[in-house]
């Protein structure tokens, strides 16, 4: 299937206009620029794009660029094409290197300084913010939440977020706070992972938070979602320092 990039507006994300930002979407009729993120004999992505900023960051979105994404809490520095390290997120205080997560329903927070100075990305799950993944980025980027801008991109809302009482005793054990982000209708019990994560980011003093109001499983013409068919396929989100 086709895969266009698109990029986050900034009436969507205000943040600093050197900051590029940009996720995958399905393609459609009423988008432009079409791509590919398979290989082409010389190993550089195939493109229609040349002209614009979007072209500099696809040379480097071979697969080398990606981290290898496991649930965890880890985060890397600068992620490169030489290593494909175990990580759920990635910044970059370096222009033109570009930190990028795959998801299909896990929440991408995507993440910036306010001088554009520091770009980078998480791969949430449920997991990971449950397992500290923001504590961990408050300590490797070694800056004030406060100094951050955020977005949170497209994950599953809540109606969508159905979870067994397996997923509730789990959190339960882990936090008894999190419980407060489980909500019950019709004897079924769903979560809300964007409160949780804005939660979470809110306990760090972040203040400017932004979010993505859309939805990976109710857009199915836009977006994969695993919990929708088991899919193998991933929307890439895309940031940096231009
Ligand atoms: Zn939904």
Redesign the pocket.
């Given at each position: 299937m086709n895969t266009i990039l698109e990029e986050i507006g900034y009436e969507d994300w205000n943040r600093p206009s050197n900051i590029k930002a940009f996720i995958s979407k399905k393609r459609s009729h009423l988008q432009q620029i079409e791509l590919d993120f398979s290989r082409g004999p010389e190993g550089l992505p195939n493109c229609s794009v040349s002209t614009n900023e979007l072209y500099k960051v696809l040379p480097l979105m071979d697969d080398s660029a990606f981290i290898r994404q496991v649930h965890g809490i880890d985060i890397i520095q600068s992620p490169s094409k030489d290593f494909f390290p175990e990580a759920d997120g990635a910044f970059s205080l370096q222009k033109d290197n570009p930190c990028v997560v795959l998801t299909a329903d896990c929440l991408p927070l995507m993440f910036c300084d306010q001088n554009g100075k520091l770009a980078g990305i998480l791969h949430c799950g449920w997991r990971g913010l449950v397992n500290g993944i923001i504590n961990s980025l408050h300590k490797h980027v070694e800056i004030s939440f406060k100094n951050l801008s955020f977005w949170l991109g497209p994950t599953?809302?809540?109606?969508?977020?159905e979870v067994k009482k397996d997923f509730i005793d789990h959190l339960n054990l882990i936090n008894e706070d999190y419980l407060n982000f489980v909500h019950a209708s019709n004897d079924k019990y769903f979560f809300d992972i964007r409160s949780l994560c804005v939660e979470l980011l809110g306990m760090q003093k972040a203040s400017k938070v932004a979010v993505s109001k859309e939805?990976?499983?109710?857009?199915e013409d836009k977006y994969h979602s695993y919990r929708r068919n088991k899919t193998r396929a991933r929307h890439a989100s895309i940031i940096w320092i231009s």
């Open positions: 599953l809302c809540i109606n969508c977020f939805c990976t499983f109710c857009l």
